[in-house]
């Protein structure tokens, strides 16, 4: 992964540190869509604030921002239920890719 990908999770992981999480009783529709486990997700200091959903689905955590979907990386509301850890499937594959690189001598 590039040093701005890791860059970007670091500042990801720093900000989930200012949500809290609860698991919740997974619905019927969620059970129709295969998500075994769900979150709320809420700010720690503003309670007031409309909590998100984070769900697991096929083993990978999605949540209701999209942020995970639209940046191809978890969100803060994922990483705060993964207390900060890195997982590979959570990761859009374009991030995994590495490309060959040509040293040329100078």
Not at 1 to 20: K, L, P
Not at 51 to 76: A, H, W
Request: proline content about 5%.
């Amino acid at each position: 992964m590039s040093s701005h990908v890791t860059d970007q999770f670091e500042e990801i992981n720093r900000d989930a540190q200012n949500y809290t999480f609860a698991p919740i009783q997974v619905t019927p529709s969620g059970s129709a869509r295969c998500v075994t486990k769900a979150w709320s997700v809420s700010r720690r200091e503003n309670s007031s604030a409309k909590p998100r959903i984070v769900e697991e689905i096929d083993g990978t955590l999605r949540c209701g921002c999209l942020e995970d979907i639209n940046r191809g990386m978890p969100c803060r509301h994922i990483q705060s239920i993964t207390g900060g850890a890195f997982v590979a499937a959570q990761f859009h594959s374009h991030h995994h890719r590495i490309e060959e690189a040509e040293i040329c001598p100078v």
